[in-house]
């Protein structure tokens, strides 16, 4: 079987690469880094990319056979969002970014993976919602380079992650976040001795 380990990183444009094959993919095979496809030619491939990488519509990857192969992004089933003004099409992409999702913003329309709620907000919101068909490229800060998550069947979500932290959500009010106190007691087993080069008085008489 075929294998795609890597994608190019150079401009498409450097210099002339002959392309090969073409693998067609939706927007959630192209957040995966291991999976079993097959080519526009019918034949078979194995992506085992580097983890987290995410494939856009035009990438060019290197199979083992040597060959370069392009990908597309394959027409999938979308919610396409329309305001009656920019405020109104920046307040609808405001409250879907509070709800964590991928979301492709172009120019004067948002889309998004089909989501009956979702719908509806928009609807409350004033705005034209309609299905259509097309490819789908959500915005590059929603899936940087992160870990995916299935949650609440939206399809995935893609955050950054950085080693070590917590997930770089961007928090609004109705996110569903306590944004007022996050305490967290940590028992250490020991004492701390806080230097701060000079005493402090608290007024106890001992």
Not at 19 to 40: D, H, N, T, Y
Not at 110 to 129: I, Q, S
Not at 181 to 194: A, I, P, R, T, V
Request: overall charge negative; charged content about 25%; glycine content about 14%.
């Amino acid at each position: 079987m075929l294998e795609i380990k890597a994608k190019l990183k150079i401009p498409r444009g450097a210099y002339k690469v002959e392309v090969k094959g073409q693998l067609k993919l939706p927007f959630e095979s192209r957040q995966k880094s291991r999976l079993r496809s097959a080519l526009v030619s019918g034949e078979e491939v194995a992506l085992m990319l580097p983890r987290g990488e995410v494939l856009r519509g035009g990438d060019l990857v290197t199979a083992s056979d040597g060959r370069v192969i392009e990908v597309v992004a394959e027409p999938e089933k979308l919610v396409h969002v329309e305001c009656a003004s920019p405020e109104a099409l920046a307040k609808a992409a405001y409250h879907l970014g509070n709800r964590h999702i991928p979301v492709q913003v172009g120019q004067g329309f948002l889309r998004m993976a089909p989501d009956h709620v979702l719908e509806e907000m928009l609807k409350g919101l004033g705005a034209k919602v309609s299905a259509i068909e097309a490819p789908f490229e959500p915005e590059s800060g929603a899936y940087g380079g992160g870990h995916r998550h299935d949650e609440m069947g939206h399809g995935g979500r893609i955050h950054d992650h950085f080693e070590g932290t917590e997930p770089a959500h961007v928090h609004g009010p109705g996110c569903g976040h306590d944004h007022h106190h996050h305490e967290h007691d940590h028992d250490h087993g020991h004492d701390h001795h806080h230097g701060h080069g000079n005493d402090h008085k608290h007024g106890h008489k001992h």
